[in-house]
């Protein structure tokens, strides 16, 4: 074996760097696994996000089918009954307006968030 005085050091220092890698080790790998799950969390919202913003836009033009479908059965209503009052069929049909600007509205906010705005890296120093 060795018979120098320093052997002995030099191994107890070899063997406390063997266990802080060791350690380092250990923690990179729960680190990696961490950022995978957050991976998979950002990867799923943002499917919920694209998901969301279909059904929103899906919705949204329905409705306007139906408000625009509606209007048009008010007005052949009309023209085959003019003494039929439709003021109340009228009045809410047009109270759908407000609800459906704000779901246009949701879908422009979503859309926002599926597509965020570039983020520009601070300069360094």
């Given at each position: 074996?060795?018979g120098?005085?320093w052997?002995?050091?030099?191994?107890?220092?070899?063997?406390?760097i063997n266990?802080?890698?060791?350690?380092?080790?250990?923690?990179?790998e729960?680190i990696m696994?961490q950022?995978s799950?957050?991976q998979?969390?950002v990867?799923?919202?943002?499917?919920?996000?694209?998901?969301?913003?279909t059904?929103?836009a899906?919705v949204?033009?329905?409705?306007?089918?139906?408000?625009?479908?509606?209007?048009?059965?008010i007005?052949?209503?009309?023209?085959?009954?003019?003494?039929?009052?439709?003021s109340?069929?009228?009045?809410?049909?047009a109270?759908?307006?407000?609800?459906?600007?704000?779901?246009?509205?949701?879908?422009?906010a979503v859309?926002?968030l599926?597509?965020?705005?570039?983020?520009?890296?601070?300069a360094?120093?």
């Amino acid at each position: 074996m060795c018979g120098s005085p320093w052997c002995l050091p030099a191994r107890q220092a070899l063997n406390e760097i063997n266990q802080r890698l060791s350690r380092i080790e250990q923690a990179q790998e729960i680190i990696m696994s961490q950022q995978s799950t957050e991976q998979q969390d950002v990867d799923a919202a943002t499917a919920a996000i694209g998901s969301l913003t279909t059904v929103i836009a899906t919705v949204g033009t329905d409705l306007e089918a139906a408000v625009a479908n509606i209007q048009a059965e008010i007005a052949a209503l009309q023209q085959a009954n003019p003494a039929v009052d439709t003021s109340a069929l009228d009045t809410a049909v047009a109270g759908l307006s407000a609800p459906l600007a704000a779901l246009q509205s949701a879908d422009t906010a979503v859309d926002a968030l599926e597509t965020p705005a570039p983020v520009t890296p601070p300069a360094s120093s």
